[in-house]
């Protein structure tokens, strides 16, 4: 333990400063300072306040003119001008600044929140020093996150798998059992590593269907996203080819649809309306209209798993350096909200120019 950094700061039992010669210890849950012989007196920590809140201790700056907060609310006062904060002394006996000495800093391992000086965690006893400069780059949307974010707050890319895969199981089908699964395990020849880089945000939810498509040989899983707008799920998960069909198809599924708006609209003639035949294409068309979309909803995740393991496999062979496969996998797979913009604007393009040609030929 540095015992510097305790130097002149009160013992939270006897208010006495600490000196270099005391035998100095600390709470083990909050890090408050004692003389060794006082924690025994008190028998336990004496902060309560900050077991309550469940922050930690930190010390009080010195100043000649301030007044210190207790030692026992664990708070720092801050300094009240530039050349106050200039005045901090460092372990060292020498001056840091303010924003050097208060800043707050967290362990890259277990988020504890450490000292700008510590070389080494207080809970975990991660090593500091090396982790501390390390910036914590999104692979995907390219965004420095803070040292101690598993997830990116952008876009839910995983930082770091490790931790990632290691934070709670995957839920969400049987057979998984509730098993923790690592980075590099295998699924059909790809890691689940290469497959999270691939999927992005969002990843917990597909690896475990991703899983149940390998061992189990089942190509069905249910997607509501893909279920109510299939002409738009699959551009968005970059699937343009059945994107494109799923596009086509729901324009055709959708003509009646287009010749009841218009008749309702007084734009074309009302005599379908009483029809029987266009009634029957009307309920045959909503039919095929829900098959399809339910079929969509079914094997939406299978395409995907299908295509995800096509690319990464590619990807793999054409890359041998591993931080640029990484890369390329992230690009090649995520989503594309360009992809759903392109295909509404098609579909309502299209929409329009049925109902024009509709309207021009005026159908009785």
Not at 248 to 269: H, K, N
Not at 313 to 320: A, E, R
Not at 337 to 364: C, E, Q, Y
Request: with cysteine; glycine share 6%; aromatic share 12%.
């Amino acid at each position: 333990m540095a015992k510097e950094k305790y130097i002149g700061q009160q013992c939270a039992s006897c208010r006495a400063p600490f000196n270099k010669n005391d035998d100095i210890v600390v709470c083990p849950d909050c890090g408050t300072p004692y003389h060794r012989d006082c924690y025994k007196n008190e028998g336990k920590c004496i902060n309560t306040l900050l077991h309550e809140t469940g922050e930690e201790w930190k010390p009080v700056l010195p100043h000649n003119e301030q007044t210190a907060t207790p030692i026992a609310s664990g708070i720092a006062t801050s300094p009240n001008s530039d050349s106050e904060a200039k005045s901090a002394p460092n372990e060292h006996g020498g001056v840091s600044s303010y924003q050097e000495e208060y800043t707050k800093h967290y362990c890259p391992i277990c988020n504890n929140e450490t000292n700008h000086n510590d070389a080494f965690c207080s809970k975990c006893g991660a090593k500091l020093s090396e982790n501390r400069n390390q910036k914590n780059i999104c692979p995907v949307c390219q965004l420095e996150n803070k040292p101690f974010e598993v997830f990116c707050v952008r876009c839910g890319a995983p930082l770091d798998m490790e931790k990632a895969t290691s934070q709670g199981a995957f839920f969400g089908m049987p057979f998984i059992n509730a098993q923790q699964f690592k980075p590099e395990s295998d699924i059909d020849g790809n890691t689940i590593d290469e497959y999270t880089h691939y999927v992005g945000g969002k990843f917990f939810s597909f690896i475990p269907k991703f899983l149940k498509f390998s061992k189990q040989g089942n190509k069905t899983s249910f997607n509501v996203w893909a279920f109510f707008f299939p002409q738009f799920y699959f551009f968005y998960r970059k699937m343009n080819g059945i994107g494109a069909a799923s596009l086509i198809i729901t324009i055709l599924l959708s003509v009646p649809s287009v010749f009841e708006y218009l008749m309702s609209a007084g734009l074309i003639s009302n005599a379908l309306a009483n029809n029987q035949a266009f009634i029957n294409i009307v309920m045959i068309f909503y039919l095929l209209s829900m098959v399809f979309k339910f079929a969509c909803g079914l094997f939406a995740d299978w395409f995907y798993y299908s295509k995800a393991k096509k690319d990464i496999g590619k990807i793999k062979k054409d890359t041998v350096n591993n931080e640029v496969r990484k890369l390329a996998i992230s690009s090649k797979g995520g989503t594309s909200w360009i992809g759903v913009l392109v295909a509404s604007t098609i579909m309502v393009i299209v929409n329009i120019a049925i109902m024009m040609l509709i309207t021009a030929l005026n159908v009785m």
